[in-house]
């Protein structure tokens, strides 16, 4: 069974990095076709998809945040972690991490969510 | 980016009730269209895939069709843990984008 977990911190002044970890089990990113994504969704908004990893290192990344959002993976440990730099209030929101199958393409488990606050 | 709208927005329904809810893709995504359940305080669900594959443990009233640029997602008989937002997403490019949900209320 696949299980997906968020943590990191929760609160979050502007201008800092903010640094995420996607803890899994139930399935290795060293395995040909795993990946995991991240999504986040601001305060009554919408889902937004932030990036992608694949077991190749394939990555990618929502162009508005290119610049400022990296994914790595630790196959040891089975994470992955999300860094996004230069917070502001406007990335106030929900961040989950979720499974993904290269050629399946879709998030079919997911973590709980990782609530974050960007605030002075 | 390929933009996703949805519609309509929001819509309001009673128990039974037959709801219906399309997403529009930019351009051609082929069937690489998804949809998923959010309810708040909850993260999303995975209830069709592949614009009409239903996922695994998803009750059989969910139905997802179309293919294309148009899609449409029928709830048959909303049973009242149906309310929730429902999101489309496609993921045929290599940056996957949601459309902005459509919630379901009573």
């Known amino acids: 069974q696949i299980t997906m977990k968020e943590s990191g911190a929760t609160l979050i002044k502007p201008t800092e990095t903010l640094t995420l970890t996607c803890t899994f089990s139930g399935f290795s990113l060293s395995s040909s076709g795993m990946g995991v994504g991240w999504i986040r969704q601001p305060p009554g908004r919408a889902l937004e998809w932030l990036a992608l990893i694949y077991w190749d290192d394939d990555n990618r990344y929502r162009p508005s945040l290119r610049s400022r959002l990296s994914l790595t993976k630790d196959t040891s440990k089975s994470q992955v972690v999300l860094r996004l730099t230069k917070m502001d209030p406007a990335d106030t929101g929900t961040y989950y991490c979720?499974?993904?199958?290269?050629?399946?393409?879709?998030?079919?488990?997911w973590g709980q969510g990782a609530p974050v606050t960007v605030s002075s | 980016d390929i933009q996703m709208t949805q519609s309509p927005s929001s819509l309001s329904a009673s128990v039974g009730d037959r709801v219906v809810i399309t997403c529009r893709a930019s351009q051609g995504i082929s069937s690489f269209l998804n949809w998923y359940q959010k309810k708040e305080g909850k993260a999303p669900t995975l209830l069709i895939h592949s614009a009409s594959t239903l996922q695994g443990g998803v009750p059989s009233r969910f139905r997802g069709s179309g293919s294309g640029t148009d899609f449409t997602l029928t709830i048959d008989s909303l049973q009242p843990e149906d309310f929730a937002t429902y999101y489309c997403?496609?993921?045929?490019?290599?940056?996957?984008?949601f459309g902005h949900g459509t919630k379901v209320d009573i």
């Open positions: 979720a499974h993904a199958v290269s050629g399946y393409e879709f998030f079919d488990y």
């Open positions: 997403q496609q993921s045929y490019s290599n940056i996957w984008t």
